[in-house]
């Protein structure tokens, strides 16, 4: 087992095959989690349910589980028994749910080992990882596998972080705006967001019941289909041919991109090409204008009631008031304070209005005119998939102004418009900067329930990207 380039499906088969234990790989992904204790990448390290989880499967386990005795890592927000789940905030440290999550019920069935909960954008609100609430390292902040002084990207930033710099090949996040695809662009590690509804959401800390989605992070786009499979159902996929490959791109999805990600982006499209994918420039001259009357809108919205709704189902007794009062980070103290709680939304002149008609109009009006632009533009260019850089950057100092509204908007800018529309999207990483060093990611977007055709494209691309070298120790 390569320990430096580790992956969940080599895992699986080297334990199937008797080759290496649970024991063996839990003790190293332990040890790893615990020498990057500066990554703040973990809020709770399970050492002894993990090593009796190892034992268990080591002396009896099912060895024909998919993932029989792989250690894997849960975001914080989503429920895992006996565990605490603080969805990385004050008011919910002491929260420990009696059950799992489906979507983590569902890994646990399939034998994976859960080494611990990884820290996250406290409440899932933000992109940059920043969270004064909760760290192990001399910093804030969750701090990116490949440079400690840099942002590991948001919200699900501690699985990002914990895959990136190979402690584990695969966990768990959750995706609003980007949160699964943004610190898999920022750290080097493939994801799914995929189609809204596709996964439950129970027994997750939520923002938006019409956005927020589980989905799986790994090493490469084959860990990636693993997890979706263990998770949804269904036979493995296949690598695509790439001949009968299309893809679109947009010329307004590759703005304010830094010159390392312009590089790497064009580079790939020019090795996309040569393998034989047909790639088309297309236009979406309303996708921008469309998807701001739905993003914040629905999820500012969306955040107050469904997140009574779950402190109701935690039996906790705390109210969202309490809940608000404890913020610990100030970027998301003033987005509850200020619009989550009186259900507000910024209006013109900044002034702030009543968010309901604006909700209203994005449900019934914006979010599916979202939809029609997605289903028209594939279906008339007979694309598989449209592609972009997944972030316009890469990752930025981690300090208290990486969550500046300007950066949120920046690193979402790519992603968010997909969400909205409830369609998946695969991230996969293809390159090192050329001057940064730092991972570069590309998205690939496809129609509503394409997931495992873009996860049979990914997985075909993952051979012509490679994988990225791991961050130097």
Known sequence: ??????????????????????????????????????????????????LKAAAAFDAAGDRSKPLGGVPIVIKDNIEVAGLPCSA????????????????????????????????????????????????TGAEFGVRNAYDRTLIAGGSSSGTGAAIGARIVAGGLGTDTGGSVR???????????????????????????????TAGPMAATMADVELLDRVIAGGDEVAPADLKQVRIGIVRSMLTNLDADTEVAFH??????????????????PELAELNGQVGFPVALYEAYDDMVAYLAHTGTGLTIEALANEISSPDVKGTYDGLVIPRKLPGPDNTLIDARPIYDAAIKTARPGLQALYSRTFADDRLDAIAFPTTPRVAIASNPDSSS?????????????????????????????????????????????????????GMALDAVFGRLPPPAR
């Open 405 to 457: 509204l300007e950066n949120f908007g920046l690193f979402i800018q790519n992603t968010d418009p997909g969400s909205n529309a409830g369609i998946p999207g695969i991230q996969i990483p293809i390159a090192l900067g050329a001057t940064s060093k730092l991972p570069i990611g590309l998205e690939l977007d496809g129609p509503a329930g394409s997931d495992r055709r873009l996860l049979a494209i």
């Open 1 to 50: 087992m390569d320990f430096d380039q580790p992956t969940l499906t080599r895992a699986a088969s080297d334990l199937r095959a008797g080759r290496v234990t649970s024991t063996t790989l839990t003790t190293e992904a332990l040890a790893r989690a615990k020498a990057n204790g500066d990554l703040n990448a973990f809020v709770t390290l399970d050492e002894a349910g993990a």
């Open 182 to 212: 943004v610190p898999g662009a920022l750290n080097g590690c493939a994801s799914l967001r995929p189609t809204v509804g596709r996964y439950s959401q129970e027994g997750i800390a939520p923002i938006s019941h019409t956005r927020d």
């Open 267 to 284: 580079a790939a499209i020019a090795k996309m090409k040569a393998q034989g994918i047909t790639i088309v420039e297309i236009e979406m």
């Open 88 to 135: 990385g905030t004050p008011a919910l440290k002491d929260y420990v749910p009696q059950a799992d999550a489906p979507v983590a019920a569902k890994l646990r069935a399939a034998g994976a080992v859960i080494i611990g909960k990884t820290s996250m954008h406290e409440l899932a609100f933000g992109i940059s990882g920043y969270n004064t609430a909760f760290k």
